[in-house]
């Protein structure tokens, strides 16, 4: 299984970048990973996913250095409404089954 | 559209009885997964159906608990003999399938199991 780890909470303010760094030591070749956001009382909603290098969407950016050991979710300027747990889905493979999602980050953003 | 749906929202059961949960995957979506997530915990995989393939049943915490998927659409997770560990809410998803990744997974609402 590929385990993940990330920070448990972090906290920012209005109209800052916030950067979410996943560690995935033993991530499999045909891994994808894959950011999800919880809201309280909601099931989770994707945000991003990708393979190696740099993806790029209207919400969100996520860094994968080569080794792909480690992932960051970057949030441009986020908002109060960011505030939510964010986790890290790292997949098995396309012949394995079980998906790892990270302890989850909890994202605070201050006025 | 309409997106997944679980059923009941929330259940309050007694220790020792049995429960079943619903999932109605979006339609089309091929693949199907469940979910346990424990109080202010993290998500905990259990089981994933893709289309008309044996499951992995693996990752279910112990023989209490089994899942079906009828016709390759609607799931129904079942708990025998419920523990007051059981307690939490179970999360449904779907998504179109796993090639070249696992793609978008489209989460339902999920059903809070309270057991007393």
């Known amino acids: 299984l590929a385990k993940t780890t990330q920070p448990i909470s972090m906290d920012s303010y209005e109209g800052q970048e916030v950067n979410i760094t996943c560690s995935h030591n033993n991530i499999a070749t045909n891994d994808y990973i894959t950011w999800y956001q919880q809201f309280p009382s909601q099931g989770p909603r994707f945000i991003i996913q990708?393979?190696?290098t740099k993806v790029t969407n209207e919400v969100a950016s996520l860094f994968i250095p080569a080794d792909r050991k480690s992932s960051t979710l970057s949030l441009p300027r986020v908002s109060l409404s960011d505030t939510a747990v964010y986790y890290c889905l790292v997949g098995e493979g396309a012949a394995g089954n079980k998906l790892t999602f990270g302890g989850g980050t909890r994202v605070l953003v201050k006025p | 559209g309409a997106g997944v749906s679980q059923s009941p929202s929330n259940k309050v059961t007694e220790k020792g009885k049995d429960v079943e949960l619903r999932c109605d995957p979006i339609s089309g979506h091929t693949a199907l997964y469940w979910y346990r997530q424990s109080l202010g915990q993290g998500l905990e995989f259990l089981i994933y159906f893709q289309g008309n393939s044996a499951p992995d049943k693996s990752g279910l915490p112990s023989d209490r608990f089994s899942a079906e998927r009828t016709g390759g659409s609607v799931s129904t997770l079942t708990i025998q003999r419920t523990q007051q560990e059981d307690s939490a809410v179970y999360l449904c998803?779907?998504?179109?399938?796993?090639?070249?990744?696992?793609?978008?997974?489209?989460f339902g609402p999920g059903t809070r199991l309270t057991v007393l």
């Open positions: 998803a779907s998504s179109f399938g796993t090639s070249g990744g696992w793609g978008e997974q489209f």
């Open positions: 990708g393979y190696k």
